[in-house]
C-alpha cells in the first residue's frame, strides 16, 4: 500500500547520472514495470477495469507505437538512439506508472482506496512543501552543492535549468521552470482536495497554502502563475464553503511574503515577473504571456508546425526528428511533431477522457470531490499543455499519473460498492 506514496517521494529524487538520463523514478518505475506486467498478465487487475484509466494508457500506447514506428521508417532520421529513447520515455512513464500500480495496489474497499489516495495527495503537498523550504534556504545560504545533484547539463555544462537559475528563477530540485509550475499546480490541486474533504490538518492547510504559493511563484512558471494559479481560484471558488474567506487572506498573505522577500534580497527573478505585471510597450502581448510561443518573429510554435508540415503533415517526424533543429515548446507540438495528426489526436483524446472521467464521478456524490480534482486536471492538461508538457513532464507528470490512477481506483470501488448496494436492496424487495 505505500507503492503510490513512494512514486511520489521517488519523484523528486536526485539523478544517478549528471546528464540526467537516468534519475531516482527510473530506478523504481522500470525496475518494477516488468515484473507488473507478469503480474497482470497472470492475475488481472482490479486498477485496470476503470475503463477511462484503461483507455487513456490504450492511447498512449498508439500514440507511442505509431512514433515509434515513424522513428525508424519516417522522412527524418533520428540524431542518436539514445535521444529517440529519451524522447519516447515521456509517452512510456504513464503507461508504466498505470501498469506498476494496478498490479501492486489493491485497496479492499472504497473506503481503502480513499485512505490510500488522500496519502498520495498529502505526500504530493509535502514534498512541495520541502521543495519551497530549499527554495527559501538559498536565499541565505548556498544551495548549489544541493541542487547540483538535481539538474542536469550537458558535456559543456550547459542546461535549461541551469540557465534560469542564472536568471533568478527558482526551482529547487525541478529540472526546469516549466516542470516545477507543472508540480506546483498539481500540489495545489492536492491540497484543494484534502481541504475539502477534511483530511488535512487546519494548522498544516494553512502553511502548505503559503509554501506551495510560494514555491510556484519563485519559479517564474507562466504554467504556475497563468494557469495553475487561476484554475485551483476557479475550482475553489465553484466549490464553494466557508472556507472561502481564508483562502482569500492566505492568497494574499503568499503574496505579500513574495513581494517583502523580493525587496529586501533584490532577487534577480522579480525583473521577470514585472516583465508579466508590466509589459513593455513595444512588446506583442501573444509573445510575453507565451514566452515568444506565439506573436513574435521567430515564434517557436509556427516554426515546429511550419516544418513538419512541409516534411510529413500526417505521420510526424518520430521521436528526436527536430532535436536540436527547433525546441518544441509545448506539448501539442511535440506530439504533433513526433507523431503527425495521430499524436495531436491522441493526446486530445486524452484530455477528453480525463474531463469525461472527472464529470461521471462528479455526478456520484460520494465521489464529487475526486471528480472535482480529476476536472480541474483535465483543465490543467489542455490548456497548459500550450506551454509545456503536463502529461509527460520530468517528475511533475509521475505526481500527476499516481494521484489520476489512485483517483480512478477509489471512484470505481465507489461506485462498484454503490452498486452493491442498491442491487441488495432490489433484491430485498
Given amino acids: 500500500m505505500m507503492l503510490p506514496t513512494l512514486l511520489v517521494v521517488a519523484a523528486m529524487g536526485p539523478m544517478l ?5 537516468i534519475r531516482t523514478e527510473h530506478v523504481v518505475i522500470y525496475a518494477l514495470f516488468p515484473f507488473a506486467m507478469m503480474v497482470i498478465a497472470l492475475r488481472g487487475s482490479g486498477a485496470v477495469r476503470a475503463w477511462e484509466l484503461l483507455a487513456i494508457v ?3 500506447g498508439l ?4 512514433s515509434s514506428v515513424v522513428t525508424f521508417t519516417g522522412v527524418q532520421r533520428y540524431p542518436s538512439i539514445l535521444t529517440a529513447i529519451a524522447g519516447a520515455e515521456g509517452e512510456l512513464q504513464p503507461i508504466a506508472i498505470v501498469a506498476v500500480l494496478a498490479a501492486f495496489t489493491r485497496p479492499r474497499s472504497a473506503d481503502d482506496a480513499a485512505e490510500l489516495l488522500r496519502k498520495v495527495l498529502l505526500t504530493i503537498v509535502i514534498v512541495l512543501v520541502a521543495n519551497s523550504i530549499l527554495i527559501l534556504a538559498s536565499f541565505v545560504v548556498d544551495t548549489a552543492p544541493i541542487l547540483q545533484l538535481f539538474i542536469p547539463s550537458d558535456a ?3 542546461s535549461v535549468g541551469r540557465n534560469s537559475l542564472l536568471r533568478g528563477r527558482l526551482f529547487g530540485v525541478f529540472n526546469q521552470p516549466g516542470e516545477s509550475g507543472g508540480a506546483y499546480t498539481i500540489g495545489l490541486f492536492a491540497w484543494l482536495y484534502l481541504i475539502k474533504t477534511k483530511s ?7 502553511l502548505s497554502l503559503v509554501m506551495l504559493v510560494l514555491g510556484g511563484f519563485f519559479s517564474v512558471s507562466k504554467l504556475f502563475l497563468l494557469v495553475g494559479l487561476p484554475l485551483a481560484f476557479l475550482s475553489w471558488w465553484m466549490a464553494g464553503g466557508s472556507l472561502r474567506q481564508q483562502w482569500r487572506v492566505l492568497l494574499l498573505m503568499a503574496v505579500a511574503i513574495v513581494l517583502g522577500v523580493s525587496k529586501l534580497q533584490d532577487w534577480a527573478g522579480w525583473d521577470l515577473v514585472s516583465r508579466l505585471i508590466f509589459p513593455q510597450q513595444d512588446a506583442g502581448f501573444l509573445s510575453v504571456y507565451t514566452a515568444g510561443r506565439f506573436g513574435s518573429s521567430d515564434a ?5 508546425f511550419r516544418i513538419v508540415w512541409r516534411l510529413a503533415p500526417f505521420a510526424g517526424m518520430g521521436f528526436g526528428g527536430l532535436s536540436g533543429i527547433v525546441p518544441y515548446d509545448s506539448e501539442y507540438t511535440e506530439f504533433y ?3 503527425g495528426v495521430l499524436g495531436i489526436a491522441g493526446l486530445l483524446l486524452i484530455v477528453v477522457l480525463l474531463g469525461w472521467a472527472g464529470v461521471r464521478a462528479f455526478q456520484f456524490a460520494r465521489s464529487r470531490e475526486a471528480g472535482r480534482l480529476l476536472i480541474t486536471l483535465a483543465m490543467f492538461a489542455g490548456v497548459g499543455a500550450i506551454g509545456s508538457p503536463v502529461l509527460t513532464a520530468n517528475r511533475s507528470s509521475i505526481l500527476l499519473w499516481t494521484a489520476v490512477t489512485m483517483t480512478l481506483v477509489y471512484v470505481r470501488l465507489a461506485r462498484r460498492e454503490a452498486a452493491t448496494v442498491d442491487s441488495d436492496g432490489n433484491n430485498a424487495d
Fill in 156 to 158: 559543456s555544462g550547459f
Fill in 58 to 60: 490504450a492511447v498512449f
Fill in 17 to 21: 547520472i549528471s546528464t540526467g538520463s
Fill in 63 to 66: 500514440v507511442l507505437f505509431w
Fill in 200 to 206: 488535512i490538518a487546519r494548522w498544516f492547510a494553512d
Fill in 337 to 339: 511533431a513526433t507523431g
Fill in 300 to 304: 517557436t510554435y509556427e516554426e515546429v
